[in-house]
């Protein structure tokens, strides 16, 4: 098994879990068939991770965008977060799975909030795996609402203006604490961020994949580590030198 502090590994994977409709429409099923598939695939990257030494994984679920989708498919998808959550947190939990949940929660039902924030609050303190779900997410109103914190912060003279540095705009990100992203996969073929973690994203290494996200197993995970591995991450500087 993979040392999680080997330097060649990415600590933190974020996927945009893509193609679940195009999935359910090449087998002639509903696209709801294809978000429940993808469910299952979610569950098989989550017990993978770990084992491959991955220390934060991040969920693209749901984005601020896809509220521009038909109404029933919305409901399911909301319907499908909850149901994850009320089936897996046991197994999560005992599997040492720290869950949080990134995105705006003023749209969503008092019910749903309560649920995630349980979820939150019972796995806090679990060391094996961070499992960030980006739900009702969108990276330009994440930072917007740094913004606005910070600006806020001026305002009541908590802060000089001079100290908003980097680091002080991390500390204001949902993603406050937490690695910047060394490996981001999307599934699906398309080749786009659709606004997610733009600001964490700024050194990752970008792995687009032609199979849609039902099809995603440890298989796939292990074939976009070792691409990751192969890569040449030099951050702006040279070449990394072989001792
Ligand atoms: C990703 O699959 C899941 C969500 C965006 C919620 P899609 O639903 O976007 O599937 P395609 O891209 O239409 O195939
Ligand atoms: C990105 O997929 C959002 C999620 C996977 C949750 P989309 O299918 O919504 O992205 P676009 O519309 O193709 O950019
Ligand atoms: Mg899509």
Not at 29 to 38: T, V
Not at 84 to 90: M, N, P
Request: aromatic share 8%.
């Amino acid at each position: 098994m993979p040392r999680a502090n080997s330097p060649s590994l990415p600590r933190h994977v974020a996927i945009i879990m893509d193609g679940n409709g195009r999935w359910a429409t090449h087998r002639g099923l509903p696209r709801s068939a294809g978000h429940k598939a993808g469910i299952d695939a979610l569950r098989r990257a989550v017990r993978a991770a770990p084992e491959q030494g991955i220390e934060y994984l991040s969920m693209y679920s749901f984005s601020t965008e896809n509220w521009q989708r038909p109404k029933t498919e919305v409901a399911f998808l909301l319907n499908l977060l909850r149901r994850f959550i009320k089936q897996d947190l046991a197994e999560l939990h005992a599997a040492g799975v720290r869950i949080v949940v990134i995105g705006a929660r003023s749209d969503l039902e008092p019910s749903l909030v309560a649920l995630l924030c349980h979820a939150e609050s019972l796995t806090k303190e679990n060391i094996k795996l961070t499992l960030v779900i980006a739900f009702n997410y969108g990276a330009k109103q994440e930072l917007a609402r740094a913004a606005k914190a910070l600006a806020q912060e001026a305002v009541a003279g908590r802060i000089n203006p001079d100290d908003i540095t980097v680091d002080r705009v991390e500390q204001a990100l949902n993603t406050a604490g937490m690695p910047d992203v060394d490996l981001l996969i999307r599934t699906g073929g398309e080749q786009r961020i659709s606004n997610f973690l733009l600001w964490q994203c700024a050194y990752a290494e970008f792995l687009f994949m032609p199979l849609f996200w039902p099809d995603f197993d440890g298989a796939a995970l292990q074939r976009a580590i070792a691409e990751f591995q192969s890569r040449d991450r030099r951050f702006g500087g040279l070449r990394a030198v072989t001792a």
